[in-house]
T-cell receptor, first 110, second 114 residues
Framework: QQPVQSPQAVILREGEDAVINCSSS?????VHWYRQKHGEAPVFLMI?????EQKGHDKISASFNEKKQQSSLYLTASQLSYSGTYFC???????????FGKGTKLSVIP | EPEVTQTPSHQVTQMGQEVILRCVPI?????FYWYRQILGQKVEFLVS????????KSEIFDDQFSVERPDGSNFTLKIRSTKLEDSAMYFC????????????FGPGTRLTVL
């Protein structure tokens, strides 16, 4: 079952902050965050693993609440280059596939 | 920086024809994946491949689909008899290990079935 992302879309001015949420009805082993610009491949941002390990981007942070089966991506001091669609992909124990949410479209305007 | 490459970037085919999409994963990666994205929709998992065999596949990956690693560098997705609904962007991805490691996506092949 696919994770649910919220909001579906958000518009920010440069310098503003945003939070994108991802929740799942299934127990999560890992949460992977990607950003996709129009017509391009998804680009890896962050991975959060059960047990607290994180790997990823310097300027982007995220949290993973294992009990609530939720993850949030925090974008601070947004830049124009942050525009794109953000997907969370969830992984289960013993599974290599990622199940992606429908995405959150982020638009940063000057 | 090493990256996943895919060819062709765009493939147009007639319904019922066979297509082969090609990918060169990052050289020291062990796990390979195919995903697809229908225009404007989410990315969907098709199949994962490790140690020369399929490790997982989704419901989408039916008998019309097959994957192969014909040599030490290429990873291919074959669709035997294409349908209109196979039109999508197909992404190849690779990761150094499975599960707890990031997957790096290639630029994609846009498949258009007429």
């Amino acid at each position: 079952q696919q994770p649910v992302q919220s909001p579906q879309a958000v518009i920010l001015r440069e310098g503003e902050d945003a939070v994108i949420n991802c929740s799942s009805s299934k127990a999560l082993y890992s949460v992977h965050w990607y950003r996709q610009k129009h017509g391009e491949a998804p680009v890896f941002l962050m991975i959060l693993l059960k047990g607290g390990e994180q790997k990823g981007h310097d300027k982007i942070s995220a949290s993973f609440n294992e009990k609530k089966q939720q993850s949030s991506l925090y974008l601070t001091a947004s830049q124009l280059s942050y525009s794109g669609t953000y997907f969370c992909g969830t992984g289960g124990a013993g599974s290599y596939q990622l199940t992606f949410g429908k995405g959150t479209k982020l638009s940063v305007i000057p | 920086e090493p990256e996943v490459t895919q060819t062709p970037s765009h493939q147009v085919t007639q319904m019922g024809q066979e297509v082969i999409l090609r990918c060169v994963p990052i050289s020291n990666h062990l796990y390979f994946y195919w995903y697809r994205q229908i225009l404007g929709q989410k990315v969907e998992f098709l199949v994962s491949f490790y140690n020369n065999e399929i490790s997982e596949k989704s419901e989408i990956f039916d008998d019309q689909f097959s994957v192969e690693r014909p040599d030490g560098s290429n990873f291919t997705l074959k669709i035997r008899s294409t349908k209109l609904e196979d039109s999508a962007m197909y992404f190849c991805a690779s990761s150094p290990q499975g599960g707890r490691y990031e997957q790096f996506f290639g630029p994609g092949t846009r498949l258009t079935v007429l």
